[in-house]
């Protein structure tokens, strides 16, 4: 990642509140769920492409 530059007058400052558990775990879950979602959908995609190379060549 490259530097950033900051503009006359703005400053790049983050001043992060800590998570509490409740929400730690509420992004952990969500991440898992989105982990799964996307591995399904990977495998839904090979499996069309599987299909429609198997057809071509068949």
């Known amino acids: 990642m490259g ?15 800590p998570l509490t558990d ?3 775990q509420t ?6 769920a989105e982990k799964k979602r996307l591995a399904k959908v990977k495998t839904l995609n090979l499996n069309d492409k ?9």
């Open 3 to 17: 530097y950033i530059k900051e503009p006359a007058g703005i400053d790049f400052v983050i001043n992060g509140k």
């Open 22 to 24: 409740t929400q730690k």
């Open 27 to 32: 992004i952990s879950e969500f991440i898992k």
């Open 50 to 58: 599987n299909i429609q190379v198997n057809t071509a060549n068949g």
